[in-house]
Every structure is written in structure tokens, then in C-alpha cells.
């Protein structure tokens, strides 16, 4: 079957100052204000405890908010059941029935919507042949990879055809290489249908490989939203340089066209105002030079396509990733000069 099949109704999501509180003293969302427009993937990044997934729960009805309001459309559903918002979530257990088999766990949300045998047999089918596992209907589910569990788990939550489709850390149980796959069949898969969906992970490769934007959230609140490009290189905070990729933090002062770190000078491109600054770097952004900032060799490792390692200077250390390829490593203790690439690096205000 074609995707056209399954016809899907994209809704805009709306959180306006939303805000949940577990008891007196925890306080889980700290008054989030998002929008996430029609048909876009947007990824809640940040670390465990942080309350992605707490939002996530209260989009999906499963959590109710303290205040604060949850749009779909022009719908206020803060106060719906989560049965009458046109909303799924795919779980990070899956959450499948052992002893039903393939179809059987597809069906089930088309089962509950009370929907006829002919409807509950089209829409498995076209779900399942969404997902690539029209042929194992009647296979019980104990019997599949973890792989073939998620992808059943998917065709489980396109089967109703949401108005918004939720993903609670779908790949956490997945081995690396397996992780990767799905995670590409997913953005794949959502861009085809054009259905908005919200993502939570707190892994930020993932993040950066599946999102249209990326919200990132510490402690209830938001630091940031951005696309992956903006936010890996203009973070506009040290958290949000920090957990989007490997960064080095150097004291630097920038004087209108040059950054000064570690008594060395280079040129650089910024809007803000002469002053002190956290210069951000990444590691693929370091490069060996004939002059630059002097530094000193305090460990190295060989990793096949680079190598990476850490360099006293006199700003602090820095972590780096070079290019391996038919390359020595250099020994503790070589005197070397590192430039840096324009396009790694970054300045935080102090």
C-alpha cells in the first residue's frame, strides 16, 4: 500500500507558560512557552531529571499540567483525557502485549476506537507496510528482534493516525548500529507523512541527526531552540555549548576583530561589543600550525579515522580531534602551535 493510505491530520502544538510540580517542592516544568508548527520533528534534549519527558506526558494527556496551557490547533486540551486528543506515544519499553501477535498489537488502538473488522484490518495492513513488516502480522512478538519490536510499536501509533505522533527515548534499548537505522527510518518515515511529531532523547547525536529544531531544556526550563546547525555553533549558553557535542571552554578577550587566548591573537568574526568572553572550541576545530597558540602534549589516542588529544596551553587545556589518516601520533611532551577553524568556534558573553 501506498502512504497516501494513511492519511494523517498534522496539528500545530502549542505550550504556553506550562508548568508542572510534583508535591510542594519539585518542580518538574518551570513555565515552557513552545511552538511547534505543522508536519516539524522537534527534539526535547537534556539530560535525565531535566523535564523533557514530563512535557512530553503532558502533550500526550498522560500528565496534567499544574497551569500553563497545551494547544492543538485552536484546541485547548490541557484538561482532555488522553483518549480524546488524537495523540500517541511510541515508548522507550515499546510497551507491546506478549501474548498478542504482530496484527493483534497493531490493532489495538483501532479496536478501542471501536472501529469495524474491514477498517481494523485496512489500517493494520498499511501500517505494517509503512514500517516493512507486512509479513510478519502473525508472528507473536516475543519472537522479533528489538528492531522489529520498535518498528511494531511505530505501526501501533500510525495505525489510529494521530494528529500528533510522541516519541519517549524510542531508541534507548537499541545496540549502537541498530540505533542508527531506526533512528534514520523515523525521520524518513515522518518527513513521508508530514506529521508533527515530538522527540525525547537525551542523546545529542540523535537529536542533531533526526530534528527540524532542537529544544533544549536544564532544570524545567529552556535554554535554547534552535536547528542543529545553530545550535552546535552559536550556543548561547556555556550549558548549551557543553551538551550539544564535546566543547573546550578557553578565557579569551575579543578587541572589536581579534580574540586574544593564551598570549595568542587571531582573527574572528563577531557582532558583540570589545570585552571579555568564554571562547567555545570543538574539537575538530583544532589544527596543527607552524605559529599559533603554543601548547604542549598531554595525552593521545589512536581511534582508526582520528586521533584525539588533550594539550596543555596557557589558557587550560584543550581537547582535540585530528584527522588519523596516515598520520603519527604525537608524543606526550611535543611542543606544537594550534590554529583554529573559524566555523568551530564560538564567543559567550561572561
Sequence with gaps: MSVSEIQVRPATVELSRLVKRFGRDSLAVDSIDLHIESGELVTLLGPSGCGKTTTLRMIAGLERA??????????????????????????????????????????????????????ISAGVDAALRMVGLQELSARPVTALSG???????????????????????????????????????????QQRLGITSVYVTHDQEEA????????????GRIEQVGDPIELYTRPKTRFVADFIGAANFLPARFDGSNVVTGGHAFSHVHDGPSGDYT???????????????????VSSAYLGPVNEYVFA????????????EG????????????????????????
Excluded: C, W
Design 66 to 119: 499544574t497551569s500553563g496551557k497545551v494547544m492543538l490547533d485552536d484546541e485547548d486540551v490541557t484538561r482532555l483525557p488522553a483518549y480524546l486528543r488524537d495523540v500517541t506515544m511510541v515508548f522507550q519499553s515499546y510497551a507491546l502485549f506478549p501474548h498478542m501477535n504482530v496484527f493483534e498489537n497493531v490493532a489495538y488502538g483501532l479496536r478501542v476506537a471501536r472501529k469495524s473488522q474491514a477498517e
Design 147 to 189: 528492531g522489529q519490536q520498535q518498528r511494531v510499536a511505530l505501526a501501533r501509533a500510525l495505525a489510529i493516525r494521530p494528529r500528533v505522533l510522541l516519541f519517549d527515548e524510542p531508541l534507548s534499548n537499541l545496540d549502537a548500529k541498530l540505533r542508527k537505522r531506526v533512528r534514520e527510518d523515523i525521520r524518513e518515515l
Design 208 to 219: 542533531l541527526a533526526i530534528s527540524d529544531r532542537i529544544v533544549v531544556i536544564n532544570h
Design 279 to 297: 571562547l567555545v572550541i570543538r574539537p575538530e576545530a583544532v589544527r596543527l600550525a607552524d605559529q599559533g597558540l603554543h601548547a604542549r602534549v
Design 313 to 324: 596551553t596557557e589558557s587550560g587545556e584543550i581537547f582535540a580531534s585530528l584527522s588519523g
Design 327 to 350: 598520520e603519527q601520533l604525537l608524543e606526550r611532551g611535543a611542543e606544537v602551535h594550534l590554529q583554529f577553524k573559524p566555523a568551530g568556534v564560538h564567543l559567550l558573553s561572561e
